[in-house]
């Protein structure tokens, strides 16, 4: 049976679960170095494949509501990438998060998702936090991470992503809720 937080839409676009049908499209996604640039370089089909079995789809069932979704635009059905809103890895914080195909870049896509995810992490689950991480040199993320809202708090290490510290952006539900009303 499917949960009502196994699709979630914005104007533009839907999230959907992610199935081990989806492989191929994950292993297009992490094996763009572009895409990956920033996000622990590229992967290769059975890392893509292991994190497809551990990091996505036993996450479900373990975190209900929360995961890394397949996002497609509404209009088409095409795939454009993947939001997220799961637990930074081997750690307690809730992140949001985003990967697109570059064709898609530039389209406020990532802003669009992030915010809707947002909303819905604070508002239908209940979260009392949320955060983001990016590459310091990553500043179009940071850009989209500021325009939803979130708030620079300075530099954090997370062993799981490596040595170098990373941009860290966070917001508590209240406050972020009090500044976008639904």
């Known amino acids: 049976m499917r949960a009502p937080h196994d699709t979630l839409t914005s104007e533009r676009l839907v999230l959907r679960r992610y199935t081990a049908d989806d492989l191929d499209l994950l292993v297009r996604l992490h094996g763009d170095p572009r895409v990956m640039q920033f996000a622990g370089g590229v992967y290769d089909r059975a890392r893509t494949e292991a994190m497809l079995r551990e ?3 036993a996450y479900y069932d373990r975190h209900p509501g929360l995961g890394i979704w397949l996002t497609s635009e509404r209009a088409t059905g095409e795939p454009v990438g993947m939001h997220l809103l799961n637990h930074v890895r081997d750690d307690t914080v809730i992140q ?6 570059p064709e898609y870049w530039g389209r406020g896509y990532a802003t669009e998702m992030a915010a809707r995810l947002l909303r819905y992490g604070f508002a239908e689950l209940g979260l009392p936090q949320i955060s983001a991480i990016t590459d310091l040199p990553h500043v179009d993320s940071q850009r989209v991470l500021l ?3 979130l708030r620079r708090d300075g530099e954090r290490h997370f062993p799981a992503y490596g040595s170098d510290p990373l941009a860290f952006f966070t917001r508590d ?3 972020w809720l009090a500044e976008h009303p639904a």
């Not at 949001?96 to 195909?101: E, N, P, S």
């Open 147 to 149: 325009k939803v809202g």
């Open 173 to 175: 539900a209240a406050s």
């Open 55 to 57: 990091r996505i789809l």
């Open 96 to 101: 949001v998060g985003y990967l697109l195909y």
